[in-house]
């Protein structure tokens, strides 16, 4: 049976892209079926920026006519490259090329530039000039005025070179309004164009154009990467271009550059059957580049090659260039996936296996190798290039250094060995006795280089390494129990084996840590964060020595010369704030060895401290039914004792408020004392105001009979002639030896007729 559906039954979904604006176009039917159209945005919907880096904006155009295919004597019938040669009557556009003056542009973000697929020109009226653009990356460094350091590949940062490359534009129609726009941009009233990426996102208009129909262009010479061979004369042959002394390696690709790119047309490279073969040679003719994948000569590793480079000019004029190349007896060169390697553990140590860079299994390299430790060469480099200027001394690798290495047999025994046959890996241990300084979480690259028994380098091996340790923060492990919601509460004590002395009222800071701190960091107070009053955690405390104070050294305490609103109120404006204490080292050190960090936050550990008296962050409490004495009671009064009255410190810790010690003074005289070494003195006051009593309170000494039993003092209170029962206030203040009152109001009831 047929039931009607509540889904619609759509049309196709297609999409097309428009080849002038590379923009794709959706049609999806909507709920109702009809076909709708949806632009898709390009890359350059999100491009925020285009700039010019440096001062240079303009582009020296050319045109030249297109003489035909002239082929000299190069023996050519036909071109071959990968561009198609212009038919009659075309003309050859272009722009020369200015390495000191490029027109040089940042688009923002980075990385986005990457995926624009067409950059053009056009002015104010939307006309857009029918060149087309080019853009070299560029990811190196640039000075404040725009100028270019050195060149290499892109790392997403967003800066382009913008070119012009030699291109045909035939047909009267075409030539004549290029070259009616060109005219009019370098005419004494110019037309500024703007770049445009993609279509969308234009810069200022703020670009001109110099214009000539004879430019001096001619094309002299090529280079094969300037470290194999530069400046080879064009149209030379390949006897004169013997590279014997520049050998190639396998594995590594090379590029054809020429100098003056404005000047060619196009290229390409041909070799013989033979030698694509036996060498694995592979090209590019878009890119110029070529690589070589094998070198079958296990017994000499040597060999020849000829690459014949045919180049036709912008006029059309073709050249023929021959170069011989030499294999080198340099192997592949490995580069292995990077390894990280905490310091910090116990035998720190890497490795990579022989395997990994595949020359264990190549009878060249074992027939060729010498594994001898004194013959392999280690280095440390900064860049992955292992540039010689960014080589790392020499002085933290190698026998018996900071990083210890060697060949070793395999993971059962791990024993060194010269012997390529039972060679399976190289191991390097991290021995923190030995002197040496290196960088924290930066990449280096170990380069390992093998030899042949002559003495040549047979392949190189580059280990990308980083190495870690735990940064200084993570070194201070403070005491949780002193912790209370990210502070250390720190409380100065004396214990009856002290001295007296101001250094009393101070803290040792290794005190509050899990015997995890580092000893010699440099130990200051903040001066920056106002904690009260304006004042800041050095102005609030200090050290108990000055100059420069190690961690294990540090004593703090508050300064005294800072009250709270007046000279003689007993608390320091520091007196329970929290302080903020730094401490700083530039390097995780272990034994002999010296890793620097590279960031300020590894290198910097804050913590906050309160410093406080237990007494004066304690209580006293009336114990029991509390005080409680009969009125009228003139010719004994009332004694106040420990069972009544008690003291509490901050960690409820019981003490009595009452003397209890015995102590004479120099004349034999009974005098009040405290046994807690903390407590200074206790006082009992009534208010001034109070009529309930007769008298002052007074204080009582401890006392101790034949028998060396000590009964505690006491305080004795008097109460007048009251009619009823009532309740008022005495305050008890108890003094600590750090001079800090406690004051607390407790309730003294006076009872009538009972």
């Not at 430019?215 to 004169?240: F, H, Q, Y």
């Not at 005098?671 to 206790?682: E, G, N, T």
């Not at 105001?689 to 401890?702: R, V, W």
Request: net charge negative.
């Amino acid at each position: 049976e047929a039931v009607k559906s509540d889904y619609k039954a759509l049309g196709a979904t297609y999409a097309v892209k428009d080849a002038n604006t590379g923009v794709w176009t959706l049609h999806v039917p909507d709920a109702d079926g009809t076909m709708q159209s949806i632009d898709l945005p390009t890359a350059a919907a999100k491009i925020t920026g285009l700039t010019f880096v440096n001062n240079n904006r303009t582009f020296n155009v050319y045109k030249v006519t297109w003489e035909g295919f002239k082929v000299g004597s190069t023996g050519l019938t036909a071109w071959a490259g990968p561009k198609t040669l212009p038919s009659s009557g075309s003309y050859i556009y272009g722009a020369t090329t200015d390495d000191e003056k490029p027109v040089f542009v940042q688009v923002s973000p980075g990385d986005v530039a990457k995926d624009i697929e067409k950059y053009t020109l056009t002015n104010s009226k939307n006309e857009t000039l029918g060149l087309a653009l080019t853009a070299e990356p560029y990811n190196d460094l640039v000075t404040p005025t725009g100028e270019k350091k050195t060149k290499a590949a892109t790392n997403g940062n967003g800066l382009y070179d913008i070119t012009i490359a030699p291109q045909v534009v035939s047909g009267a129609t075409n030539i004549s309004a290029l070259d009616d726009l060109l005219t009019k941009a370098t005419s004494d009233d110019k037309i500024g164009y703007a770049l445009v990426a993609d279509n969308v996102f234009r810069s200022a208009y703020n670009i001109d154009f110099t214009f000539t129909d004879k430019p001096s262009l001619k094309l002299e010479t090529l280079s094969v990467e300037e470290d194999i061979k530069d400046n080879i004369s064009i149209g030379t042959d390949a006897i004169t271009n013997n590279l014997t002394k520049d050998p190639i390696k396998v594995g590594t690709t090379y590029t054809v550059t020429f100098d003056d790119p404005s000047a060619v047309y196009d290229s390409y490279f041909t070799f013989k059957d033979r030698d694509i073969s036996t060498y694995g040679i592979t090209w590019d003719n878009e890119s110029k580049t070529f690589s070589i994948s094998k070198n079958p000569d296990v017994g000499s590793l040597a060999g020849e090659f000829v690459m014949t480079v045919y180049t036709i000019d912008i006029t059309g004029q073709v050249q023929k260039t021959e170069i011989t190349f030499h294999l080198s007896a340099e192997m592949d060169n490995n580069v292995l996936a990077a390894q990280t390697v905490d310091v910090s553990k116990t035998n720190p140590g890497f490795q990579y296996n022989l395997s990994d860079v595949a020359v264990t299994g190549t009878d060249a390299w074992k027939q060729n190798v010498d594994l001898t430790d004194t013959k392999i060469e280690y280095h440390l480099y900064k860049d992955k290039d292992c540039s010689e200027d960014e080589k790392v001394a020499d002085d933290v690798i190698g026998k018996g250094k900071l990083i210890d290495p060697k060949v070793a047999t395999n993971a059962a025994t791990n024993n060194e060995t010269d012997d390529s046959d039972k060679a399976t890996r190289v191991i390097f241990t991290i021995n923190p006795a030995k002197v040496g300084t290196l960088s924290l979480n930066t990449t280096y690259y170990l380069k390992t280089t093998f030899k042949t028994k002559g003495g040549e380098v047979l392949n190189t091996v580059i280990l990308p390494v980083m190495f870690t340790a735990p940064a200084l923060g993570d070194l201070f492990v403070p005491k949780s129990g002193f912790v209370v919601d990210g502070v250390i509460n720190a409380y100065f004590y004396k214990t009856k084996d002290d001295e007296d002395g101001a250094d009393k009222k101070s803290v040792d800071l290794t005190k509050y840590f899990e015997n995890s701190f580092v000893a010699d960091a440099k130990t200051e107070l903040n001066t920056s964060t106002n904690i009260v009053s304006n004042k800041n955690s050095s102005d609030l405390a200090k050290f108990t020595s000055t100059g420069s104070i190690q961690f294990k050294d540090a004593k703090l305490l508050l300064n005294s010369d800072i009250k709270k609103d007046k000279p003689n109120i007993q608390y320091e404006l520091g007196y329970g704030e929290a302080l903020i204490v730094k401490v700083s080292k530039g390097a995780y050190v272990k034994d002999n060895s010296t890793w620097t960090y590279t960031k300020d936050a590894e290198k910097v550990y804050t913590f906050k401290i309160r410093l406080m008296s237990p007494i004066m962050e304690g209580s006293i409490k009336t114990v029991g039914d509390g005080i409680n004495i009969k009125s009228n009671d003139l010719q004994n009064g009332a004694n106040i004792t420990d069972k009544m009255i008690k003291g509490y410190d901050f960690a409820n810790n019981e003490y009595n408020v009452v003397p209890d010690q015995v102590k004479l003074d120099e004349k034999g005289n009974n005098v009040v004392a405290w046994a807690d070494p903390q407590i200074a003195r206790a006082e009992m006051t009534r208010k001034v105001s109070d009529t309930y009593f007769t008298k002052d309170p007074e204080i009582k000494p401890a006392t101790k009979d034949s028998k060396d039993v000590i009964t505690n003092g006491y305080f004795l209170l008097t109460a007048g002639q009251l009619v009823n029962t009532t309740e008022t206030t005495v305050t008890v203040t108890v003094t600590d030896i750090w001079g800090y009152k406690k004051p607390n109001e407790v309730k003294v009831k006076i009872t009538v007729g009972e």
